[in-house]
């Protein structure tokens, strides 16, 4: 008699998880596939997570991985998996509007690089998620799945909305300043983006090279893990010139040692929210002496104000276009960004790109003595305002310097709503990020279960 194998809710499992049974047999990439649909058909008139899904092209893929399995073809790490992706990132065969009516209709004619190599691992591709305008700050429709009053962050609401909802186990996002550590805080997923060089840009919104990079949402670390399919040179993208994903399997390992995690004090605690503060020194607590506290260089004092010139420099240059196609249907916020850029001189921008190497330098010290950087992903719970995105404050500084992070839903505010815990690695030492991710995640659990 052949043992029955309880599963569960296909659409509830991690990406980890769905690519295990579906090895083994115990479920299909369609079952799979249409347990995701029909919670995007569920659920999505109210948290609008999808800015277009193709339910006939998706069952169509499913199929097609499951015939590959059934005839012993090769097959890749995401055989299978459902998957979402940003609507700033191009995908054959659908619409790419970059969270503007400018680009309504728009198709690309190619895959964005990382999109092909998704395909390649054998992803099945559900559909594109909500970003905001040109992802910048002016939201999109996305609610919180938590709480539909409140922000799921940005600019990859979507695709943070999504993982959250259970719609799809693992999506794709973009991070320019705080574009996915942010929106997984509020949301509850972990977030994780690479080093600045690791994933190409090929076929994804231009807005700005300098900081822009790809970023995963998924329900677990070993999830995020599956990035490593993505990374690598594709010899267009000439910023893309790293590959830590041959090591991202270490991430699934115990440290060799215990790791040491610096708590830093960063120029922008003030803005902690008081619960967020108290939580967070708890979580310090429960690390005991592998937490110690530690002071930034005083030269991050500043680095906001570099991140900003870049930004508003380099999307001006490479956006401003749709300002001077339509100032009717671009965002206030959009056009206070193209003004701000206009206003950032040569001098300026150049000397704030000049930085960027000097603050990693600033942190080899550091870095030399802890594993990882600790501190919270956002200063507080998802505001209850969808006019905003909220504050990526606390991301700003990784974001400057192209440092890898991760963020772990390990806190909770007062409206017991998700906050984030961020750990960010040295330049490059991605799967060392993600195994301290992992330990530091143990800890807090078994601290938990101790509790209780």
Known sequence: MVERIEIGEPADLTATQIAVHLASGALSAEAVTRACLERIEAMDSSIHAWAY?????????????DRRRAQGLPLGPLHGVPIGLKDIIDARGMPTENGTPLDAGKRPWEDATLTQRLRNAGAVILGKTVTSELAYFHPGPTTNPHDATRTPGGSSSGS????AAGMVPFAVGTQTNGSVIRPASFCGVVGYKPSFGSVPRTGV???????????FFARSIDDVALAATVMGADGQDRDCHLNPGPLLDMALSEPPVTPDIAMVHTPFSERLEPETSAGFSELIEVLGEHGTETALPEVFGRGAGWLAAIMASEMTRNLGHYAEQDAGQVSDAFKALMEQGRGVSAVDYLAARDMQPVLLDALEPLFERFDAIITPAAPGEAPADLSTTG?????????LCGLPAITLPLLSGPNNMPVGVQLVGAYGQDAQLLRTARWVLKQCQSNDEGAT
């Open 205 to 215: 919104l231009k807005a700005a090279q300098s900081l822009d990079q790809v970023g």
């Open 53 to 65: 899904y193709d339910p006939q092209l998706a069952v169509m893929q499913a199929k097609e991985a």
């Open 160 to 163: 943070a909305a999504a993982v």
């Open 391 to 399: 504050d990526p404050i606390f991301c700003t500084l990784w974001s």
